[in-house]
């Protein structure tokens, strides 16, 4: 691997630019660390000459939120005849937009918090309380709002008191257009890394999670010392299993491939319900899946010049 050349993406113009910038900074020095040639490019408007002309080995993409989850830089780079790390296009899709990837595992009797998903125009045309009433008639209280795409739980909000429903379902439309809303589930919440292997999918220990202001919002995730984490999570046998076995079902359910994160809470009666699957985890000081790796006993640059070689094979 020492004479490959490989680019890591990262960067773009989502609202997890920042954190994009700082996961390609990471991984770049994981890889280097491992004898690999890194070159790191921002998604600008230089973008594709730089691929045409340069041409890596292959391409990592650390980009978060937007064209770096939703399937159009995988397009891209499909068309270009690229290899590269991560989910196909089509893939990509299914796990962005949260309603289909729910809908899909729970049709394959996986469980997940029961949910509505409403366009901004319905409470426009049809008058807002009128609609938030019916949302919480429907799902009860508390509630999770979310963007029903994006990352890094960017306009996600915990709703206990009705009250704060219309304050909290304008924060979260700045995000996106669509809202997906969710039936809040009290219990641990955890994350599992799934890596190809040889043998296939396979999960990384379970990171649990437990953020001191309650809910795992943007300034949990990436700012030190505000959430508490265990890697491996403590949980008994069965419940690791269990969760790992939810990871490895939602990777191939969704078709996806090299690596994935699946985001779940466990109940206090030992129920597992999905949340969302994540295409292109964070690689920060304080993101997830570094974590799982640590706990497997392994490297970052390791794990991902192992995903590299596979891409490459596979082209």
């Known amino acids: 691997m020492s004479d490959r050349t490989v680019a890591v993406l990262s960067g773009g113009l989502s609202h997890e630019r920042d954190v994009s910038l700082r996961s390609g900074r990471r991984l770049s020095t994981a890889l280097r660390a491992v004898g690999l040639t890194v070159d790191e490019w921002d998604t600008d408007g230089t973008l594709l000459t730089k691929l045409s002309t340069q041409k890596p080995d292959a391409v990592v993409i650390a980009l978060h939120g937007g064209e770096g989850e939703n399937g ?45 998903v409403l366009p901004h125009s319905t409470f426009r045309e049809l008058g807002a309380q009128a609609v938030l009433d019916a949302m919480v008639a429907r799902l009860g209280l508390p509630l999770m709002l979310k963007p029903d795409q994006g990352g890094s739980a960017l306009g996600a909000q915990v709703v206990r008191d009705a009250a704060d429903l219309p304050a909290a379902m304008v924060g979260c439309l700045a995000y996106g257009d669509t809202v997906l809303a969710e039936q809040f589930i009290e219990g641990t919440e955890v994350a599992v890394t799934v890596i190809d292997g040889a043998h296939g999918p396979e999960a990384l220990p379970a990171v649990e999670i437990i953020p001191e202001g309650g809910v795992y919002d943007y300034t949990s995730r990436y700012t030190a010392g505000l959430t508490n984490f265990h890697a491996p999570a403590r949980l008994t046998p069965a419940a690791a299993q269990g969760v790992a076995d939810l990871a490895v079902s939602a990777h191939r359910l969704l078709g996806l491939r090299d690596v994935s994160r699946t985001d779940a809470v466990i109940t206090p009666t030992g129920d597992i319900h999905f949340l969302e699957v994540n295409v292109s985890p964070g690689l920060t000081e304080t993101s997830l899946l570094p974590m799982a790796t640590e706990a497997a006993g392994k490297s970052l640059g390791e794990i991902y010049a192992e995903l590299i070689d596979r891409a490459l094979t596979r082209s």
Do not use: N, Y
Not at 79 to 93: E, I, K, T
Not at 97 to 113: F, I, M, V, W, Y
């Open 72 to 116: 159009s830089i995988q397009t891209v780079l499909e068309m270009l005849g690229l290899p590269f790390v991560g989910a196909d296009s089509h893939a990509c899709r299914r796990a962005w937009d949260k309603p289909t990837a729910k809908a899909e595992l729970s049709r394959s009797g996986l469980l997940t918090p029961d949910w509505v």
